[in-house]
């Protein structure tokens, strides 16, 4: 090419003139953009800064451009920073610079979650009574976050069971089936600012065998018989060597054994009850007790019960200790009887089925038992029976309480606690301060039709039963008879001195009780023993004129209205006395000596 086409010449000067200035300015042909943090996921709330780099040149000055999501922003600076970044900040973000290429893509993921919501898992799958459990807390971490630590914590039915620390696995070294339930997990950052619970997962333990029970052979054994007691514990999960413990009626029979079967030789009736074993493992990891069956020893030969009748037995009374055997029973012949009182014979091998005690006495309580005899030649003993023999005592007492003269008083004696049925009639004697005044009788009250004051005094009771139990004595009861009325005492006035021709009045004076204030009394009067005046209301007894004929020993007589109380007084002695001559004179002279000085007080009284 030695010459140039004049229309392409410019063209080529153009270009490299527009390659020249290119080199000149510094304009690059592309640029690109950095993210601080340097990861492509940040989380919500950190501040995120975007870097645009271009060419740089002293020739021109730079424009920053930005642009997400292919639409321009309204962002100019180099540095595009968001501060506390959230999810709507996600997306892809080109740069471009006034001497630059716009730049690649670089995408910014905004995440809320540095870690997934944990899931609960089990090893092993299922889990088995009796072995370790492992529940683990299955979470992913973020990649944002980098190496970060967590922690976790467990928890059984909304409790927790294990606190946070970094392991994500909780053990449970032995299991058991208490142990089943639903579980979740916790886990959070280091500084509790992300956290997130689980979902609960029922986690169930598989029993590794089933709980012991109880199987008898025969089902129905007579005593004498051997019974055969097995304990079934079936495995569920897989073959299990196992050790067996028998119990009977609470007491431990047999200690842990791999032999699953108790025997008994020749059972007895004693040997009835309730029986349960006790299934564990080898290692003791698993211990299982089953419930109780119940099993009745048939018996072959029935034995006696003993009983007492009356069932409270009175010191007197009649006593019936009897011994009775199964009614079923149909065997050949009739069993005899023995009877025993604190393992001393009270009667002998005979066919009665009863022991009797006439008058049951204190040393006939004690402990009985008897003892059954087959024509086979088997013989069975009773349970012990304790008989307590109730002591009697007397109680004495007085109606009405409060006695007073006249008053029909009766004293009762009451056998106590109450009376019994007795072989004989009891009988009853009364005393009063030692003395017997009531014979012995079946009555047991002592009457006084109308009581006196000398019926005051002790009183004491007397029983006799029959001539094996004999008396009982009562403490004294004291009983006071009050008077309804005080002894009377006569009074005469005038005294001493009475004289022919004067008036004398006798009065009988007496108290009457003021519990029987409404009793009416009656007087009399008597001289040297004969009724001078007869019984009325009235206590006086008055002589107009007494005479010499009057003179003599007076006494007077009270008496209730229904004559049931009469007291008389004590005598008083009166004595008339004549008029003598001597006795007229000084009667005179008084008389005179009286006028003189009433007449004398006259006087005076006038000349005042």
């Known amino acids: 090419m030695s010459a140039l086409d004049p229309i392409k010449l410019p063209a080529l000067v153009y270009v490299i003139l527009f390659l020249g200035v290119i080199s000149i300015s510094g304009f690059a042909v592309g640029s690109h953009v950095t993210v601080t943090p340097l990861r492509p996921r940040v989380l919500a709330g950190e501040n995120v800064t975007l870097t645009c780099?271009?060419?740089?040149?002293?020739?021109?000055?730079?424009?920053?451009?930005?642009?997400?999501?292919?639409?321009?922003?309204?962002?100019?600076?180099?540095?595009?920073?968001?501060?506390?970044?959230?999810?709507?900040?996600?997306?892809?973000?080109?740069?471009?610079?006034?001497?630059?290429?716009?730049?690649?893509?670089?995408?910014?993921?905004?995440?809320?979650?540095?870690?997934?919501?944990?899931?609960?898992?089990?090893?092993?799958?299922?889990?088995?009574?009796?072995?370790?459990?492992?529940?683990?807390?299955?979470?992913?971490?973020?990649?944002?976050?980098?190496?970060?630590?967590?922690?976790?914590?467990?928890?059984?039915?909304?409790?927790?069971?294990?606190?946070?620390?970094?392991?994500?696995?909780?053990?449970?070294?032995?299991?058991?089936?208490?142990?089943?339930?639903?579980?979740?997990?916790?886990v959070k950052t280091s500084d509790s600012v992300w956290r997130k619970l689980s979902n609960e997962t029922f986690i169930e333990i598989e029993e590794l065998f089933s709980y012991p029970g109880i199987n008898f052979s025969p089902h129905q054994v007579t005593e004498g018989?051997?019974?055969?007691?097995?304990?079934?514990?079936?495995?569920?999960?897989?073959?299990?060597?196992?050790?067996?413990?028998?119990?009977?009626?609470?007491?431990?029979?047999?200690?842990?054994?791999?032999?699953?079967?108790?025997?008994?030789?020749?059972?007895?009736?004693?040997?009835?009850?309730?029986?349960?074993?006790?299934?564990?493992?080898?290692?003791?990891?698993?211990?299982?007790?089953?419930?109780?069956?119940?099993?009745?020893?048939?018996?072959?030969?029935?034995?006696?019960?003993?009983?007492?009748?009356?069932?409270?037995?009175?010191?007197?009374?009649?006593?019936?200790?009897?011994?009775?055997?199964?009614?079923?029973?149909?065997?050949?012949?009739?069993?005899?009887?023995?009877?025993?009182?604190?393992?001393?014979?009270?009667?002998?091998?005979?066919?009665?089925?009863?022991?009797?005690?006439?008058?049951?006495?204190?040393?006939?309580?004690?402990?009985?038992?008897?003892?059954?005899?087959?024509?086979?030649?088997?013989?069975?003993?009773?349970k012990h029976l304790k008989i307590n023999v109730q002591e009697l005592y007397l109680s004495i007492t007085v109606a009405p309480t409060a006695v007073t003269e006249g008053d029909s008083m009766r004293i009762t004696c009451y056998m106590k606690p109450s009376t019994p049925k007795m072989a004989t009639n009891p009988q009853f004697a009364f005393y009063r301060d030692g003395l017997k005044v009531q014979e012995f009788s079946p009555s047991n009250i002592y009457r006084v039709p109308l009581a006196q004051v000398q019926h005051s005094g002790g009183y004491t009771c007397e029983l006799r039963i029959s001539t094996v139990i004999g008396k009982k004595m009562r403490r004294h009861l004291y009983v006071h008879i009050q008077e309804l009325v005080s002894c009377p005492n006569i009074t005469v006035v005038p005294y001493p001195q009475l004289v022919q021709g004067s008036a004398m009045t006798l009065t009988c004076d007496t108290a009457l009780n003021p519990l029987a204030e409404m009793t009416e009394l009656q007087f009399a009067f008597y001289r040297d023993g004969l009724n001078v005046r007869d019984f009325s209301f009235s206590d006086t007894y008055h002589v107009p004129c007494v005479q010499q004929e009057n003179s003599g020993n007076y006494s007077c007589e009270v008496r209730s209205s229904t004559s049931d109380v009469r007291k008389m007084s004590r005598g008083i002695c009166v004595q008339i006395k004549e008029w003598s001559q001597r006795y007229r004179y000084r009667q005179f002279a008084a008389s005179v000596l009286l006028l003189v000085l009433v007449a004398l007080i006259l006087y005076m009284r006038r000349n005042k």
Not at 71 to 94: C, H, I, P, V, W
Not at 230 to 248: G, I, R
Not at 309 to 336: A, F, H, Q, Y
């Open 225 to 382: 018989e051997v019974l055969m007691v097995m304990c079934d514990a079936s495995p569920f999960a897989k073959p299990t060597e196992l050790l067996f413990e028998f119990y009977a009626n609470g007491k431990r029979v047999r200690e842990f054994s791999p032999l699953n079967s108790y025997t008994v030789q020749e059972v007895q009736l004693e040997d009835s009850g309730p029986y349960l074993c006790v299934a564990k493992t080898v290692t003791g990891s698993v211990q299982k007790m089953g419930t109780a069956s119940f099993i009745a020893i048939q018996e072959l030969f029935p034995t006696p019960s003993i009983s007492v009748s009356p069932r409270e037995v009175l010191e007197g009374s009649i006593m019936t200790v009897s011994c009775d055997i199964n009614s079923k029973w149909r065997g050949p012949g009739n069993p005899s009887y023995i009877f025993y009182k604190d393992g001393r014979l009270v009667q002998s091998l005979s066919g009665q089925r009863g022991y009797k005690v006439t008058a049951a006495q204190l040393h006939n309580a004690g402990s009985y038992e008897c003892e059954a005899k087959y024509p086979s030649g088997e013989a069975k003993m009773s």
């Open 53 to 186: 780099h271009g060419v740089a040149s002293v020739q021109v000055k730079q424009s920053y451009f930005w642009y997400k999501d292919e639409e321009k922003l309204n962002r100019y600076e180099q540095n595009f920073t968001m501060n506390e970044a959230t999810r709507e900040d996600s997306g892809r973000y080109q740069c471009q610079t006034s001497t630059s290429n716009i730049s690649e893509v670089v995408s910014l993921n905004v995440t809320d979650e540095p870690f997934s919501l944990p899931k609960i898992k089990v090893t092993p799958d299922p889990p088995l009574e009796g072995y370790d459990v492992t529940i683990m807390c299955d979470t992913n971490l973020s990649l944002v976050l980098g190496p970060t630590e967590l922690q976790f914590a467990f928890y059984l039915k909304g409790k927790i069971v294990r606190g946070f620390n970094t392991s994500d696995q909780y053990k449970i070294p032995v299991a058991q089936l208490w142990d089943s339930g639903d579980y979740s997990c916790e």
